[in-house]
């Protein structure tokens, strides 16, 4: 790129309108009075609700409150005093102002958010999104670890710079008053890997180009306000592993020319050192051209078993440090001779004295940047890990160490002072980094100029961002150092239901190096809330997706009411049927055996045909049908008698003339079902409906059937024929057993009493008969309303309904339930299988009961919480929110099955019908509803949480002994009393007075009498139950023991 081009880029203009923008953004925000915003504000308090269920998957920040011991308090209140009397001045502008640091590497990570991979925008960490997280942890940074400096991630430099103000302005509270600002350059480096280029585009409208220029743009000083810039520097390192090798003794005989990733990377530094330090011309980032760039160099990559590796290095940053005028590699263009700024970042292992030593690798590297006049500023990650001794499963034996210790984070600002005390080429220290970012993997803080940007994303393949990897995610540094930058945090970061905490890990001042103790309060905790511009722009979406709905079944109705209903109602309603029109035809019984012939009659009314011989056809064609089946019947069954009473009594002369016995059987078995609607419509407990059937005639009706040996032959026939005829006739009305049984009584009543011995004449209306079929045929979808012919909108009839009809004794059919759609569904289904999933949860709660003293997982978890009976520390807590929980969850089934409930048996409430809620339903459920919401509000109000200490993690003696346990039952008596009474009330509302089958197996004597033991079939079952179970026991048995004798050797 020619000087020449540099000096005629317009960057000049575009850093004013970006700073006018930003400065414009930065007014805007008090204008809180504007009538525009307020009705926003209200649209989006509006839709909260409504938003939820879209914003489940979206990032979430933090509001509210903390809490330390269980209850609510504004912890960081005491810390943003102590950091308020630090006030922030304006500092001189120039090279060396504001140096040396004393910082903290700063982003507000949440637990389960992504690692940003190389070619990813930057996240606006810095925003108003994490605006509460910013309340929270910088006045931890600056109250109580005295840091004056945060060295930032890359921020996105467009529209969403602005809102930087706020954050300036909380860090001006905290008392932090310096940054050093990172530009993603990482970035343009994979692009340049994507698109197979040697160099990166550097034209004046390349998105590299105007996007460095907008991030000199943001680091105006009128911008920052009184937060100063000591210096920038950018989120990509050389790759030491790969460059190392091709080093030489001196610049001229290196063969890091050989290497591409190499040169894309100096490529990147020329094109922004000529932007910054152009040869002749403005600068088009004035603001970065007065403070260092402090090139970053991850030595924490560094194999020491390269040969010559302190010669190699030693030579790198000599060569790195000159410039190319000067036979060096820095890409310096004339003008003034500038001292290069380092960056060194270092990672210490646990017992790193044994395996790295700090402070040796330091000296050796400030020696080589003292003999190349050159400075740095010093970047180190210390974990938060210990040797573990519950967990011995782990092949490093290592877990994550709660309890505070500073030394930890001391001794490497000690190793640095003594450092510079010898070379004095330092210029500060920072840590890496503030709180533990899940998803970090073994990556540093820098991503690495490699040949791929999978290399560069450096994942960790066995790792999650949802958990906390120890085993999985590691590297070594040094000659056998393993290190976890997971862990790396001065504090560490969790989520606790909803609320996103961080648990500091030191106790005094990192950088005065003094014994005073600092208040540290505990675990700082924040509630999660959704982003307001996803609640916006899911209101909205939900809201134009509520208006396309209602206009397409606005469309739909119209549709249905101008060309469904309206012509099928005119077809329905062309010829009304008249009493003259009804046909009406007459039919004798007249059968083979003229026992079955007593002078009855079927009589069959109907308005769809067109003449009473068409009627009488009609009624002959079934009639005769039938007739001869039951006829073929009884004869079976006679025969079937006789063979009975052969195999009883083999000597005895055979009966030929049984018929009257087999047609009381036929009798009995064609109307059981009837029978047996007569016998629950007419019980005692409530009847069908006020204006029903009179339960005496039920019941008379019932006993005439199974107590019918006193009857005539010919009355038991025709009634049997009466049903299988109205069968025939109905069709599709056998699906509809109870509905046939309603209309059968009806026509038997209006017969005469059964018992009556003359002849009569059973009428059959056939469109009565057919009542509910015509209306399944207009319309049959049960989830959707539809203007039927009699004016009234209504859901979709199925035979459930008409069945229910019958037993409910409606004259007409009608809808008798509701079926679920959509969500119902769901509802239905948990409300449906409500006992065994809480039945299930229960298991998994005495699950978790015993895993927090099953020393299995972290010690601050698992151990030294009491034995099973004797419960301390997280048991206690634990049973206290194990009940809180299970009343909320009772409240929320008991109080939606109510609804539910009511809401879908609505058109049959009042009528005696199975499934139908009683009011006995009703006040056992509003009993446990009652019990719920009484017990939870007792047990909420007595309760007694402590939060375990950190420190007692390895002990439970002196002051880790928890105070509750002198007086456990009165701490617990409470969430006994509420887990006795729910037991209790689980088994007796959910335990069955009669069984809910009717087995139809005949008894001992039945079964002894048809020739039917039942001793051989279960003295087999036996035999078959003891074969599998020998087989299974000894496989079960041959697998532990082979098991055990594996892990024994």
């Excluded at 930065?26 to 938003?51: D, E, H, P, T």
């Excluded at 065994?836 to 010690?859: R, T």
């Amino acid at each position: 790129m020619s000087a020449a081009m540099v000096q005629d880029m317009p960057f000049v203009n575009v850093q004013e309108w970006e700073l006018e923008d930003l400065e414009l953004q930065g007014q805007q925000q008090g204008r809180s009075s504007n009538a525009l915003g307020r009705s926003l504000r209200l649209f989006v308090r509006g839709a909260v609700l409504l938003s939820l269920l879209a914003l489940a998957g979206h990032r979430t920040v933090a509001y509210g409150a903390q809490q330390q011991s269980g209850e609510a308090d504004d912890n960081w209140e005491p810390a943003r005093r102590l950091a308020s009397p630090l006030q922030c001045t304006p500092v001189a502008v120039g090279s060396s102002a504001g140096l040396p640091v004393r910082g903290v590497r700063y982003a507000p990570h949440l637990v389960g958010e992504p690692y940003l991979h190389p070619e990813s925008e930057p996240l606006d960490w810095y925003g108003k999104t994490y605006g509460q997280m910013h309340r929270r942890d910088l006045p931890l940074i600056g109250g109580h670890v005295g840091a004056d400096t945060l060295t930032l991630k890359p921020w996105p430099t467009g529209a969403k710079t602005g809102q930087l103000i706020q954050f300036f302005g909380e860090m001006r509270n905290a008392g932090i008053c310096k940054i050093i600002p990172t530009f993603h350059l990482a970035k343009y480096y994979a692009d340049m890997l994507h698109a197979g280029d040697n160099s990166p585009r550097t034209d004046p409208s390349s998105a590299f180009a105007v996007d460095f220029t907008r991030f000199g743009a943001s680091v105006n000083p009128a911008f920052l306000e009184s937060i100063q810039a000591v210096a920038w520097t950018v989120d990509l390192s050389v790759d030491l592993k790969e460059v190392l090798p091709l080093v030489g003794v001196d610049c001229q005989s290196s063969m890091v020319s050989e290497s591409d990733s190499f040169q894309r990377y100096m490529d990147l530094l020329a094109a922004m050192e000529q932007w910054v330090h152009p040869a002749y011309g403005d600068s088009v980032a004035p603001d970065l051209a007065t403070i260092p760039f402090l090139v970053p160099l991850d030595l924490s990559r560094v194999s020491w078993a390269e040969p010559n590796f302190n010669k190699r290095l030693n030579t790198f940053v000599r060569c790195m440090s000159t410039s190319i005028m000067s036979g060096g590699w820095w890409p310096s263009h004339g003008g003034a001779a500038r001292e290069v700024h380092w960056m060194l970042s270092f990672a210490e292992p646990v017992n790193q004295r044994a395996t790295y030593n700090f402070r040796d690798q330091l000296s050796n590297i400030s020696t080589s940047i003292r003999e190349s006049n050159a400075r740095a500023v010093v970047m180190v990650g210390t974990q938060a890990l210990t040797k573990g001794d519950a967990n011995p499963i782990n092949s490093v034996n290592m877990m994550e160490d709660f309890s505070v210790d500073n030394s930890r984070y001391q001794n490497p600002i000690q190793d640095y002072e003594e450092v510079n005390k010898k070379t004095g080429t330092l210029d500060g220290i920072v840590y890496d980094e503030w709180m533990d970012d899940w998803d970090r993997g073994t990556r540093g803080p820098f991503f690495l100029a490699v040949d791929t940007i999978e290399k560069m994303k450096d994942r960790c393949q066995k790792g999650s961002r949802f958990s906390h990897d120890i085993d999985s995610c590691s590297r070594i540094v040094g000659n056998s150092g393993l290190i976890y930058p997971e862990f790396f945090g001065l504090a560490g970061s969790s989520s606790q239901l909803f609320r996103h905490c961080v648990h500091p890990r030191f106790s005094r001042n990192m950088f005065n190096q003094s014994d005073e103790l600092v208040d540290v309060f505990g675990s700082q905790c924040v509630f999660m809330t959704p982003s307001h511009s996803w609640m916006v722009t899911s209101a909205v979406l939900l809201a134009v997706v509520a208006a396309i709905q209602v206009l397409r079944m606005s469309i739909g109705w119209c549709r249905q009411e101008a060309f469904q209903v309206v012509a099928q109602s005119e077809k329905l309603h062309a010829n009304p049927a008249r009493k003259e029109d009804i046909k009406v035809a007459h039919l004798e019984i007249r059968t083979e055996d003229s026992r079955f012939c007593g002078g009855h009659q079927l009589e069959l009314q109907t308005s769809r045909v067109r003449s009473n011989e068409e009627a009488g056809w009609w009624l002959w064609m079934h009639v005769s049908t039938q007739t001869a089946i039951l006829e073929r019947q009884v004869g079976v069954e006679a025969r079937a008698q006789l063979a009975l009473e052969g195999r009883r009594s083999p000597d005895a002369e055979p009966d030929t003339s049984d018929i009257d016995g087999a047609m009381r059987v036929i009798h009995r078995r064609v109307l059981e079902g009837f029978a047996s609607w007569c016998i629950y419509v007419s019980g005692d407990k409530m009847r069908c409906c006020s204006n029903g059937p009179d339960p005496q005639d039920l019941r008379a009706c019932a006993n005439d059937i199974l107590n019918n040996s006193g009857r005539k032959v010919d009355r038991l026939f025709v009634e049997c024929l009466l049903l299988r005829v109205m069968e025939s006739i109905g069709e599709q009305m056998l699906q509809c057993p109870e509905r046939l049984s309603y209309l059968l009584y009806h026509i038997l009543q209006e017969a005469g009493d059964m018992a009556e011995v003359t002849p009569a004449t059973f009428s059959i209306n056939m469109d009565t008969l057919h009542d509910g079929l015509q209306q399944m045929n207009m319309h049959a979808n049960p989830y959707i309303r539809k203007k039927m012919p009699n004016g009234k909108w209504e859901l979709g009839l199925n035979f459930d309904d008409i069945n229910e009809s019958g037993i409910q004794c409606r004259k007409e059919v009608t809808k008798t339930y509701k079926e679920p759609a959509t969500i119902m569904v769901i509802v239905d289904f948990f409300l449906c299988y409500r006992v065994p999933i809480m039945i299930k949860m229960y298991c998994m709660g005495v699950a978790g009961y015993i895993y927090l003293g099953s020393q299995l997982g972290n010690d601050i978890t698992t151990t030294h919480n009491g034995s099973f009976f004797h419960p301390k520390w997280l048991r206690i807590n634990y049973i206290q929110y194990t009940a809180l929980l299970d009343a909320l969850l009772w409240l929320l089934l008991e109080a939606t099955l109510i609804i539910y409930i009511t809401w879908q048996r609505w058109p049959s409430l009042g009528y005696k019908s199975p499934g139908i809620p009683s009011m006995k339903w009703y006040l056992e459920h509003a009993l446990n509803l009652g019990v719920t919401v009484a017990g939870g509000f007792w047990v909420a109000m007595e309760r007694s949480f402590v939060m375990k200490p950190w420190e007692c993690a390895e002990s439970d003696a002196g002051d880790c002994v928890d105070s509750r346990t002198k007086e456990l039952f009165l701490t617990l008596r409470v969430v006994l009393m509420y887990w006795a009474a729910r037991v209790f009330l689980f088994v007796f509302l959910n335990t069955k007075s009669a069984p809910m089958f009717i087995h139809g197996t005949p008894d001992k004597q039945a079964r002894k009498n048809s020739g039917r033991g039942s001793c051989s079939n279960f003295a087999l079952d036996i035999r078959v139950f003891l074969a599998w179970f020998a087989m299974l026991g000894t496989c079960c048995f041959v697998e532990v023991v082979a098991a055990a004798d594996h892990e024994g050797s």
